[in-house]
C-alpha cells in the first residue's frame, strides 16, 4: 500500500503520453494523484478529453502508464491486477457487450470466465431491473437497458470496488434515481463506488467525496462540502433598505479593505473574514443592512471554474480546451 | 482456468457464425456425397453388355456414315468435280480411312464408377480444401467480432492476463475446428467408402492404402488449422474480421495473380514457384514438379526436354509454419504490448 491504511484505490503521479506517428504526442495524465477511501461513494470528475476514461483504463490494466504508481485494495497495479482482479467490478465508457447474445448469456458466460457461481446471475439481473427481459439479444436493448446490463456485469462478482463510468448515460429519470439509490445501496453494504459522471446535480446528491481532474491533472478532492466550501469564496450577498445607496455603501466596504462587485439590486462581497463585519462598518456610516447572505456555490460551478469550461457567449469551446488551475 | 476454456468453448459453440458455418459445411459436405452417390454406378455384366452393345452401334453407325460419304464422294468424281477438296483423292481406297472396330472402347460408354482406392486420396483434398475455409471464417469472426464489439475489453476486466485469454481462446478454436475435421472427416471417408462399396469399387484396400490416406489426412488436417490460426492471427491483429478477410483476399490477389503476372513478364525461371497455391498443391501430392519450358535439353532420344523444380510437402511444411507463426508472433506481442481503447 502507498499510503493510509484505508485507502482502497490510490494514483500517484501517473502519467501517460498517447503517441501517434501521424499527429504526434499527446499527454493525456500529466502527473494525476487520486484517493479513495473505503467505504465511499466517490465522484470522479472531468470535462471530455480531461483523462478520466485513461485513468480508469490504466487502473484496470487495459492502457499502459509511463509513470506513477497505482494501487487497488493494497495490491499495487497492473503488478498484481490478476491478483485482485476478482474483488473489483469495472465498467470503463460506453456498454459493450456482443449483440447476438441475450443478457443471460453474457453475463452467464462471465460468470464462468470469472469462476463465479451461475446463481449470481438472476441475482444481478433482478437487482438492475432486467430479469423480464434477460433471454433477449442484447442488440434490441436500448442504450438505458445496456447501461443496466454492464453495471450487472460489474456487480456479478460482488465486488469490494465498484468503478462505475458513466453509469446514468441513456437512463430515464426513473432509471436514474434507481441508479442513484442502488449506489447508495451499495455503499451502505460496505462497497467503495467510484463513480465517473457528468451529471454534476447526482454527484453531488450521492457521493461523499470527489477528484476533479482537468488536462491530465488533479485540480481538487477532497469531501464534497470542502471542495464546495474552499471554491465558495467566502462571499456575501449584501441589500440595503435603499437600492440608491449601495454605490456609497461599495465604496465604504473598499475603503475598509473588501473586495465589492456592485450589481443593480445588490453588492457580493468578498475578502472578508466575518459577515458580521460587513453589518458593523455599513452600521457605522448609518447604512442599514436588509438582507446578508453568503454566497453559496454547486458542485457545477466548482466544476466549471476548475476545469475552465464554463461556456462564454459567442464561443464554441473545444474538445480538450480547458483552462490551466493550479492543483 | 478451467472456467476460462469453459467460458470460451461455450462462447464458441454459441457464436452465430459458428452455428451457421457448421450447418452450411455439413450440407455442402452432405451435397457432394449425395451427388457422388447419384453418379456412380456399380459396373456389372450387364452395365458391361449395355455397354458393348452400345460401342458396337456406335461402330456401325460410324461405318454407314463413311460409306455413305464414299458414295458422295463417288457421285463428284463421276460428275467431274473435284473431290480433293473434301475427299481423299480416291475417294478412300485406302482402308485406314475406314473405321475400325478396335477403335471403339467399350469403357467410353460404361457409366461413372466411384473408385474408392484410386479416387478417394483427391477427395481429402477437397475435404481439407472446404475445412480450412470453414476454419478461417470461423476463427477470424471468433476473435474479430469480440474485438470489435467490445467484448473482448470486458473479458480483460475479468481476466487482466492478457496472453492467457488470447492463447485460451486459440486453444479452444483449434480443439474445435480439429474435433470437427476429425468427426467430419471421419464421416466423409465413411461416406465414401460406402459410396466405393455399393456403386463403384473400394478396391483392394490395404493397410498401406489406408495408412496413405491417414497420411493425406493428418496433413489436411494441418493445413485446416494453420489456416485457422493465421485468420485468428490476422483478425486479433486488426482487432477486425474484416482485416483477415480483407488480407486473404489481399494475399490471394497479389501471389495467385499479381506475382504470376510479374514473375511471367520478367521471364523468371519457374515463376509458380513463388505462388502460395504450389505449395498448397505439393503439401496434397507430396511433391509438385514446376517445369521450365523455355529451357531445352537433349534427351538421348533428341527430344527438347524443359528444367524440372520439384517442391515438396516438406518445403511446404516450412512455408506454412513459419508463415503461421510470423502471424501468431505478432499477433501475441500486440495482445501484449498495445493500448486497448
Not at chain 1, 128 to 150: H, N, W
Not at chain 1, 270 to 289: F, N, Q
Not at chain 2, 93 to 118: K, V
Request: charged share 20%; proline share 4%.
Amino acid at each position: 500500500m502507498l499510503s493510509g491504511v484505508t485507502a482502497v484505490l490510490e494514483i500517484e503521479g501517473l502519467r501517460k503520453t498517447y503517441r501517434s506517428r501521424f499527429r504526434g504526442a499527446r499527454q493525456a495524465l500529466d502527473g494525476f494523484d487520486m484517493v479513495v477511501e473505503a467505504g465511499q461513494v466517490h465522484g470522479f470528475l472531468g470535462p471530455n478529453g480531461s483523462g478520466k476514461t485513461t485513468t480508469l483504463r490504466t487502473l484496470l490494466g487495459l492502457i499502459r502508464p509511463n509513470g506513477g504508481r497505482m494501487a487497488i485494495l493494497g495490491e499495487e497495479v497492473p503488478v498484481r491486477l490478476p491478483a485482485v482482479a476478482g474483488r473489483v467490478g469495472a465498467i470503463v465508457e460506453s456498454p459493450q457487450f456482443f449483440p447476438h447474445f441475450s443478457a443471460q448469456d453474457t453475463l452467464s458466460l462471465l460468470a464462468d470466465a470469472g469462476e463465479v457461481p451461475q446463481a449470481r446471475v438472476p441475482e444481478v439481473l433482478e437487482l438492475v431491473g432486467l430479469r423480464d427481459r434477460a433471454k433477449e439479444r442484447v442488440k434490441t436493448y436500448s442504450l438505458g437497458m445496456k447501461q443496466r446490463l454492464a453495471v450487472a456485469s460489474a456487480l456479478l462478482k460482488s465486488p469490494e470496488l465498484l468503478i462505475l463510468d458513466e453509469p446514468a448515460n441513456g437512463l430515464d429519470p426513473g432509471g436514474i434515481r434507481e441508479m442513484r439509490d442502488l449506489m447508495r445501496q451499495l455503499s451502505a453494504s460496505g462497497m467503495t463506488v467510484v463513480l465517473s459522471s457528468h451529471i454534476l446535480g447526482e454527484v453531488q446528491q450521492i457521493c461523499d467525496s470527489v477528484t476533479i481532474i482537468s488536462l491530465g491533472r488533479r485540480v481538487a478532492s477532497g469531501p464534497v462540502a470542502e471542495v464546495l466550501a474552499q471554491h465558495s469564496g467566502g462571499g456575501v450577498v449584501v441589500r440595503l433598505e435603499s437600492a440608491t445607496d449601495l454605490p456609497q455603501a461599495a465604496q465604504v466596504l473598499v475603503a475598509a479593505g473588501a473586495r465589492v462587485d456592485l450589481k443593480p439590486d445588490h453588492l457580493l462581497v468578498t475578502g472578508i473574514e466575518k459577515p458580521a463585519w460587513v453589518t458593523r462598518t455599513l452600521a457605522g456610516h448609518d447604512l442599514y443592512v436588509n438582507e446578508l447572505a453568503p454566497v453559496t456555490v454547486d458542485l457545477e460551478s466548482v466544476f466549471l471554474e476548475l476545469t475552465g469550461t464554463a461556456p462564454v457567449a459567442g464561443q464554441h469551446r473545444q474538445v480538450d480546451q480547458s483552462v490551466e488551475v493550479p492543483a | 482456468m478451467k472456467g476460462l476454456i469453459r467460458a470460451e468453448v461455450r462462447r464458441l459453440a454459441k457464436r452465430r457464425v459458428t452455428r451457421l458455418m457448421v450447418v452450411l459445411l455439413v450440407l455442402g459436405l452432405g451435397a457432394i456425397a449425395v451427388a457422388f452417390t447419384a453418379a456412380s454406378t456399380k459396373v456389372g455384366p450387364a452395365q458391361v453388355a449395355a455397354a458393348e452393345a452400345e460401342t458396337q452401334r456406335q461402330y456401325e453407325e460410324s461405318l454407314r456414315m463413311h460409306q455413305q460419304n464414299l458414295a458422295e464422294c463417288e457421285a463428284a468424281r463421276t460428275r467431274g468435280e473435284n473431290v480433293s477438296l473434301y475427299w481423299p483423292p480416291d475417294c478412300s481406297t485406302d482402308p485406314g480411312f475406314a473405321p475400325q472396330r478396335d477403335q471403339f472402347d467399350t469403357s467410353w460408354n460404361l457409366p461413372y464408377e466411384f473408385h474408392f482406392r484410386d479416387q478417394f486420396g483427391t477427395f481429402i483434398s477437397v475435404f481439407a480444401g472446404i475445412l480450412a475455409l470453414f476454419g478461417f471464417i470461423v476463427g477470424a469472426s471468433y476473435v474479430g467480432a469480440e474485438w470489435h464489439t467490445g467484448a473482448m475489453m470486458n473479458l480483460l476486466l475479468w481476466r487482466p492476463r492478457r496472453l492467457s485469454v488470447l492463447f485460451t481462446k486459440l486453444g479452444v478454436l483449434l480443439g474445435g475446428v480439429l474435433g470437427i475435421t476429425v468427426v467430419l472427416g471421419a464421416l466423409w471417408t465413411a461416406a465414401f467408402w460406402l459410396i466405393g462399396r455399393y456403386d463403384g469399387q473400394t478396391g483392394k484396400m490395404t493397410q498401406g492404402a489406408w495408412e496413405s490416406f491417414a497420411l493425406t489426412g493428418a496433413r489436411g488436417a494441418g493445413l485446416v488449422l494453420a489456416v485457422t490460426a493465421v485468420a485468428f492471427g490476422l483478425a486479433s491483429i486488426g482487432r477486425h474480421t474484416a482485416m483477415a478477410l480483407g488480407a486473404a483476399v489481399g494475399v490471394g490477389v497479389l501471389s495467385e495473380i499479381g506475382i504470376r503476372i510479374a514473375l511471367t513478364v520478367a521471364q523468371v525461371r519457374f515463376a509458380d514457384r513463388w505462388v502460395l497455391s504450389t505449395y498448397v498443391l505439393a503439401w496434397f501430392q507430396k511433391r509438385w514438379e514446376l517445369q521450365e519450358w523455355r529451357a531445352c535439353n537433349l534427351s538421348a532420344s533428341g527430344q527438347c526436354e524443359p528444367d524440372i523444380f520439384i517442391v515438396t510437402w516438406q518445403q511446404s511444411a516450412l512455408v506454412f509454419g513459419l508463415g503461421t507463426a510470423v502471424v501468431l508472433a505478432a499477433a501475441i506481442w500486440l495482445m501484449r504490448s498495445r493500448d486497448i481503447t
